[in-house]
């Protein structure tokens, strides 16, 4: 399979497609030679393809999104906050039954 | 999407039996497609035998439709060493408009280049798009590129 891009000089409203077979000798050396060429084609097929994606202009690249840390801390620091709240609460009561 | 399918041939005439395309009689070409031929000699001199074949086949890959089978040959008969060449082609019969195309796809399989065992041969495959807006010459008015070269196998 065989694919081209079709330059913008030929007129596309007007077009004939051809598979051309050539077989073609420079020099004889002897009248028993011969040159000779045979294939098939199975399909010929014209399409639109998507055009390419713009390439890029140069200079610096900001992403959009910001920063997102793949484990965030804020979980943790909220338990952590609550245990030691939990565990002052526990030993100041504790504390007051000792008393 | 435009699909140059090599159609199923009118019922007047003969099909060729599935797979045996090589005993076709030429000259047996499908509806849409046509067969340009000519030949070329650099000098004028020379009298070779010059071949040319399009036959229809049974599609070996794809489905629902035929394909082509292109040959073409010189036999130099007269020995006068020239440099010749004969020209086969297969050619769209009608004008194609497909002002959104922008890619052209060939499927082409079993290329047999077979020749004269000392150099001075070169057998090419050519695609080309005849555009009707320029003057067509030998190699003016044509958009082409080759698909396939023979020499580089065994040429020296």
New interface residues.
């Given amino acids: 399979?065989?694919?081209?891009?079709?330059?913008e000089?030929?007129?596309?409203?007007?077009?004939?497609?051809?598979?051309?077979?050539?077989?073609?000798?420079?020099?004889?050396?002897?009248?028993?030679?011969?040159?000779?060429?045979?294939?098939?084609?199975?399909?010929?097929?014209?399409?639109?393809?998507p055009p390419p994606p713009p390439p890029p202009v140069g200079g610096y690249s900001v992403p959009i999104k910001g920063y997102l840390a793949e484990k965030p801390l804020t979980p943790y620091l909220a338990s952590i906050t609550i245990l030691i709240i939990g565990l002052t609460t526990i030993r100041r009561k504790a504390t007051r039954k000792t008393e | 999407m435009i699909i140059l399918n090599v159609q199923y041939v009118s019922a007047a005439w003969v099909l060729v039996p599935n797979g045996s395309f090589e005993s076709g009689t030429v000259g047996l070409i499908p509806e849409n497609w046509i067969m340009v031929a000519w030949n070329y000699s650099e000098t004028g001199v020379g009298n070779p035998t010059y071949i040319h074949e399009m036959k229809q086949t049974d599609q070996k890959y794809f489905d629902g439709s035929r394909s082509l089978w292109l040959h073409s040959r010189i036999v130099d008969t007269d020995g006068l060493r020239n440099s010749r060449g004969s020209h086969t082609q297969a050619e769209t019969k009608d004008w194609i408009n497909a002002p959104w195309a922008t890619h052209v796809r060939v499927y082409i399989r079993d290329i047999k280049s077979t020749h004269s065992i000392y150099w001075g041969w070169t057998n090419s495959v050519y695609l080309r798009i005849n555009n009707v807006g320029v003057a067509k010459t030998y190699y003016g008015g044509v958009w082409w590129d080759m698909i396939f070269r023979s020499w580089g196998d065994s040429q020296f």
């Avoid at chain 1, 007007?14 to 077989?23: E, L, T, V």
């Avoid at chain 1, 000798?25 to 040159?35: E, G, K």
């Fill in positions: 399979m065989y694919e081209y891009s079709i330059p000089s030929v007129d596309k409203a007007h077009m004939k497609i051809q598979i051309a077979c050539y077989a073609s000798d420079w020099t004889f050396y002897d009248p028993s030679y011969f040159s000779d060429l045979e294939f098939v084609v199975d399909k010929v097929e014209l399409f639109s393809a």
